[in-house]
């Protein structure tokens, strides 16, 4: 069973950056979607970033101008990269790729945006 595991979480302090990672521990044919969601304590899981087959991305509006996705197709690896962080962007992320026949998910990053 491919797992998703994710790197670069931690503390900083508002308007510092981080730069999340989010690699399969095999192979995953066929991905159509990776994805960055986040959770905040006692809110719903939502979508921050995604970026599809040929390149392109979406954003929540909250984070617009300051995040950006990416990949890496040869190592199947998904990037995201968080700049100016407010307290409010707190929260566990979680990565996501997907392909035709399965969702795959990470464990979870905290990240935590604190002076």
């Known amino acids: 069973q491919v797992q998703l595991v994710e790197s670069g979480g931690g503390l900083v302090q508002p308007g510092g950056s981080l730069r999340l990672s989010c690699a399969p521990s095999?192979?995953?044919?066929?991905?159509?979607?990776m994805r960055w969601y986040r959770q905040a304590p006692g809110k719903e899981r939502e979508l921050v970033a995604s970026?599809?087959?040929?390149?392109?991305?979406m954003y929540a509006d909250s984070v617009k101008g300051r995040f950006t996705i990416s990949r890496d197709n040869a190592k199947n690896t998904v990037y995201l990269q968080m700049n100016s962080l407010k307290p409010e962007d707190t929260a566990v992320y979680y990565c996501?790729?997907?392909?035709?026949?399965?969702?795959?998910w990470g464990q979870g990053t905290q990240v935590t945006v604190s002076s």
């Open positions: 970026i599809i087959t040929g390149g392109s991305t």
């Open positions: 996501n790729i997907a392909n035709p026949w399965n969702n795959y």
């Open positions: 095999g192979s995953i044919f066929s991905i159509h979607a």
